[in-house]
């Protein structure tokens, strides 16, 4: 599971033979096609903090070099670049449905055989950790809700009896709260 985005409280989605949770990582080898849509538009608040942002991001870098800016010592950025290369990346937003009933007492997917039970597996939030996720009555359903309490995001889908790469995720709404964060303590479908 990817690491909670708040403490005690881990995503998770129980449907009537489905488990879904937050996964660590985007494993190729089963990711379902389809999943969260690619470049969605920016609200007008959020264009306005994005250029403020990059504009201040470039006067202070013009700035430095006027000034003759400090930049840290060889040794430390040395340090923290070796500290990170042996870190396994985490990737926010990535979501893993098991067959409760393929399952059986193995839901832990560790190596590329291990997968058997795995239905879908895909990107629902794009770097945006998962803060809850439930499924409709029939299944079919899921809706993701991102840390920030920002966006909804409502999937269909439609799995392959063997093979999660072959099955689909049909990205169906965005359901888009505000700018403001909030915190979003369960989702449910009705």
């Not at 990711?31 to 942002?53: E, F, H, L, P, R």
């Not at 839901?107 to 945006?128: P, T």
């Not at 499924?135 to 995001?153: E, N, R, V, Y």
């Not at 790469?165 to 303590?185: K, P, Q, W």
């Amino acid at each position: 599971c990817h690491p909670p985005p708040s403490p005690g409280v881990q995503p998770v989605a129980l449907g009537s033979r489905w488990l879904a949770y937050a996964d660590r990582k985007l494993t190729f080898h089963y990711q379902s096609q389809g999943g969260v849509a690619s470049d969605t538009k920016m609200s007008y608040t959020s264009s306005v903090i994005s250029a403020a942002s990059q504009s201040f991001s470039y006067i202070t870098e013009k700035m430095g070099k006027l000034t003759g800016g400090f930049s840290p010592p060889r040794e430390a950025t040395d340090k923290m670049q070796s500290g990170l290369r042996g870190l396994e990346p985490n990737v926010p937003g990535i979501v893993s449905i098991v067959d409760i009933l393929r399952a059986g007492d193995k839901v832990i997917v560790e190596k590329e055989d291990d997968g058997e039970a795995i239905v879908s597996h895909f990107e629902a939030h794009r770097g945006q950790s998962i803060q809850a996720m439930s499924f409709d009555p029939s299944g079919q359903l899921i809706i993701t809700a991102c840390k920030l309490g920002h966006d909804f995001h409502v999937f269909r889908l439609s799995p392959h009896p063997t093979c999660p790469a072959l099955g689909s995720v049909h990205h169906l709404y965005i359901l888009h709260r505000g700018e403001t964060t909030a915190t979003v303590r369960h989702t449910n479908t009705l």
